[in-house]
């Protein structure tokens, strides 16, 4: 029995692990200098599916990573996407401008990388060269000229009508004249019109002529004031005509650079292009705000000259500037690889966005420079890191997460909107193409109840 046990003895060198220092230890201090590990221990099959998944470019081949809590899954995942993304496309920026067509429908506007900014600064610098060059067109004597020359058209023409009106009155004796603001014709008897006694006086064929001549002058009266609203519209058009070509005069060589700048953009042109008819129909905005700059520098008296501020964002010194302005959406500027985005607080509004409202006046008022975007619209043309468990807890953000990459659409609407029982007016944000890998963590149990 004795000799059976001492055939499994081990031997007490045995029991432990010999290192040889110079040869199988290549670090030269301490184990501080060994460089980490990289991957996940032991996860080879996991390891390659991942790789898989974020190898492939088609629509709907997003991942999910199953694993216990504590095992380093989000460290990971992190750390590959963040690889993977560093050779990736950088996406385009985004910009939200207005719609001049339909104000409560803008438009969404892509430019490479960068000159999402360049954009607004453009516009912004638009608006400056406008409120400064526009008062001067519209003080010219050219401008005055041709404005004075339609008037003076239309009143000598009306009244050229009056005094052939007033001859052929006092040729058949009566008199035509303006009182109180209102047109007269009234027979004469010795060179004074009747008294309503003298006339009723008259015999009945005497005062019939004369009633049958009067009509037929206030004929001809009525006839040369239908004549002239008509001839006032004409020339109210003419003037609003020839104010349009004088701010079309003045903003054409700022149009002529930026359309040149963003040529291979039809978006952008097109929008310049409704920008341009804005300013035309609405070119007192920029007549009316210099004139109170000027006001209000005149007040200032001998103080020190200070900057505008207004005049460099295109604001104004309220908001009627902000429909020219540009909401810099998404800005990559700077950026290098496509982007990745860990949201560890999925709540609605931060993964898809929002319209924010502003007080005023016992009401709440928004526009398009208030939409904020979500984490779907930063990592659009990258990735999206989400905690299963987050994501399905928050109320409709699973859903609209399935929504929005089934139809590859990032669509902004407020939590509720389809739910309240009184619509209430709001804004239509243009859909953003949607192009982006969700990966989500969670535990074996969260996967099953997905699948």
């Known amino acids: 029995m004795m000799e059976q046990a001492d055939r499994f003895r081990i031997p007490v060198a045995k029991l432990r692990r010999v290192c040889d220092l110079d040869s199988e230890l290549d670090f030269c201090t301490s184990s501080a200098d060994v460089p980490g590990l990289e991957g996940v221990i032991g996860q080879d099959r996991a390891v390659r599916s991942m790789q898989f998944g974020l190898a492939m470019d088609a629509p709907g081949y997003n991942i999910f990573v199953s694993g216990q809590p504590g095992t380093g899954k989000t460290t990971y995942v992190n750390a590959s996407v963040t690889q993977a993304a560093a050779d990736g496309p950088v996406p385009d920026d985004w910009c939200y401008v207005n719609n001049f067509a339909d104000i409560e429908s803008p438009v969404a506007i892509s430019l490479p990388a960068g000159q999402g900014r360049q954009f607004q600064k453009d516009m912004d610098e638009l608006v400056r060269e406008l409120r400064a060059a526009m008062p001067k067109a519209f003080e010219s004597s050219d401008y005055e000229q041709k404005k004075k020359t339609l008037e003076t058209t239309f009143q000598n023409h009306m009244q050229e009508r009056l005094n052939a009106l ?4 006092s040729e058949v004796r009566f008199l035509f004249r303006q009182a109180g603001g209102k047109l007269m014709i009234m027979p004469l008897k010795d060179d004074k019109p009747y008294s309503n006694q003298e006339f009723a006086e008259l015999p009945d064929e005497q005062r019939q002529a004369l009633e049958a001549t009067g009509h037929q002058l206030e004929g001809v009266l009525e006839e040369i004031l239908r004549e ?27 149009f002529e650079r ?8 039809a978006k952008v042109l097109a929008y310049l292009e409704a920008v341009r008819k804005d300013i035309e129909d609405n070119r007192e905005l920029f007549l009316e705000s210099e004139t109170e700059e000027a006001e209000e520098g005149s007040e200032s008296g001998g103080e020190e000259e200070l900057v505008d501020l207004s005049l460099i964002t295109g604001s104004g010194n309220g908001e009627e500037f902000t429909r020219y302005k540009v909401n810099l959406f998404i800005s990559h500027d700077g950026a290098t690889g496509a982007p990745v985005i860990l949201e560890t607080n999925p709540n609605y509004y931060n993964l898809f966005g929002k319209v924010e409202y502003k007080n005023k006046l016992m009401s709440v008022s928004t526009d398009f420079t208030m939409v904020k975007p979500g984490a779907i619209h930063r990592a659009n043309g990258g990735y999206l890191i989400l905690q299963a468990r987050d994501a399905l807890i928050e109320p409709l953000v699973w859903e609209q997460l399935k929504r929005a990459l089934k139809y590859r659409q990032a669509v902004i609407e407020n939590i509720g909107e389809q739910y309240r029982n009184i619509p209430t007016s709001t804004l239509r944000m243009e859909p953003i193409p949607l192009k982006l890998k969700v990966i989500l963590i969670g535990s074996p149990l969260f996967y099953l109840v997905l699948t």
Do not use: N
Not at 166 to 169: D, G, I, V
């Open 228 to 254: 002239g609203k008509s001839l006032e519209k004409q020339t109210a058009e003419k003037i609003i005509d020839l104010e349009k070509q004088i701010a079309r005069v003045a903003a054409t060589p700022s």
């Open 166 to 169: 007033q001859k052929q009155a």
């Open 258 to 265: 930026l359309r040149e700048k963003y040529a291979e953009h």
